[in-house]
């Protein structure tokens, strides 16, 4: 009885420990294929600025799709631009945010809430 409480303990204090070592490692290792996916549709987008010199509409899909987004897929992020000239990609997992997010004009990767409204 004793040896069962006591592993009984042991593994839920091991999954406590193992669940807060995950969330506080860095999302360049939680969150790697997303952001390898994140980057190289943002090249794409910046590719097409130079060539275009203007960003992509966001309702045109047949550009936002060669350029690696698209329509309601899980998987691939949630492009938004303002009138600025700035752009977001969002992955949004359907837990209400924070969310995994590239800000063009931060251009970087971090867990946030939009700052551009779609």
Known sequence: MKK?????ISVIVLIIVSFTIYWNLPIEITR????????????????????????????DWQTLEQLGLQKDHPEKPVYTKDETG?????????????????????????????????
């Open 32 to 59: 790697k294929s997303d952001i390898k996916t994140g980057n190289e549709i943002v090249e794409n987008i910046e590719n097409y600025r130079k060539k275009s010199y203007k960003l992509p509409e966001v309702n």
């Open 4 to 8: 069962t409480l006591i592993i009984s």
């Open 86 to 118: 700035n752009y977001e990609l969002v992955f949004d997992d359907g837990l209400g945010g924070p969310y995994l997010l590239w800000n063009s004009k931060e251009k970087k990767w971090t867990i946030d809430l939009p700052k551009i409204a779609p």
